[in-house]
């Protein structure tokens, strides 16, 4: 049975200072992992999806590699803004449209 | 092109009464998903559904719920005789085709809340 831990549950950072968010799974016979945002009350933003055949993505400050023999995602966000305050989850495919979420990471950035 | 379209936002219902949410995937998109965040946990998978085809109904509850994809007209997401432990965020997402670098898109969500 697929399992997804993020870590840390929470962080909290100065503005300009690098994000570093991860997330773990237990089968690594998955299709592909997608990291999203969500807002306080709001659905969820992907950000960036990464086939099982890639090693990272990359899109504007956001970079996500995937380690899929380990079980590990690793999101960077560079130089944080207080606008990339959210919670970030990630979510893996191993069934044919079954994601499978982690609890995800609550990031506030402080001015 | 409008994103994944959930109606009602806010939703409040009695014990006992139904609630119906609805789903209008983007265009062009065949496969909706339905999810389920309680409070205080994460999203949890209901029901896969294509145009009148049930693909994956594996997380939904064995009582009370139903999922439709009509050929014509949005995806129902359907709770009888709601409790409060049905108190919760339901999400929907589309996508066009099920591939490995098919990204789901998500609604805003449908917060149900039953007193």
């Known amino acids: 049975k697929q399992e997804v831990t993020q870590i840390p549950a929470a962080l909290s950072v100065p503005e300009g200072e690098n994000l570093v968010l991860n997330c773990s799974f237990t089968?690594?016979?998955?299709?592909?992992l997608q990291w999203f945002r969500q807002d306080p009350g709001k659905g969820l933003t992907s950000l960036l999806l990464?086939?099982?055949?890639?090693r990272e993505q990359t899109s504007g400050r956001l970079n996500a590699s995937l380690d899929k023999s380990s079980g590990r995602s690793t999101l960077y966000i560079a130089a944080s803004q207080p606008g990339d305050s959210a919670t970030y989850l990630c979510?893996?495919?191993?069934?044919?449209?079954?994601?499978?979420f982690g609890a995800g990471t609550q990031v506030v950035v402080t001015p | 092109n409008a994103g994944v379209m959930q109606n009602p936002r806010h939703l409040v219902r009695r014990r006992g009464q139904e609630a119906r949410l609805r789903c209008s995937p983007m265009?062009?998109?065949?496969?909706v998903y339905w999810y389920r965040q309680l409070p205080e946990e994460g999203l949890k998978f209901m029901v896969y559904?294509?145009?009148?085809?049930?693909?994956?109904e594996s997380g939904m509850p064995k009582e009370r719920f139903s999922a439709e994809f009509p050929k014509e007209g949005p995806s129902i997401l359907r709770i009888q005789q709601v409790v409060r432990g049905d108190s919760a965020a339901y999400f929907c997402?589309?996508?066009?085709?099920?591939?490995?670098?098919?990204?789901?898109?998500f609604g805003q969500g449908t917060r149900l809340t039953v007193v």
């Open positions: 265009k062009g998109h065949s496969h």
């Open positions: 990464i086939q099982s055949s890639q």
């Open positions: 997402a589309s996508s066009p085709v099920r591939a490995q670098n098919t990204e789901a898109f």
């Open positions: 979510a893996v495919e191993n069934t044919r449209g079954k994601l499978q």
């Open positions: 559904l294509q145009k009148e085809n049930i693909i994956d």
């Open positions: 089968d690594s016979a998955i299709y592909n």
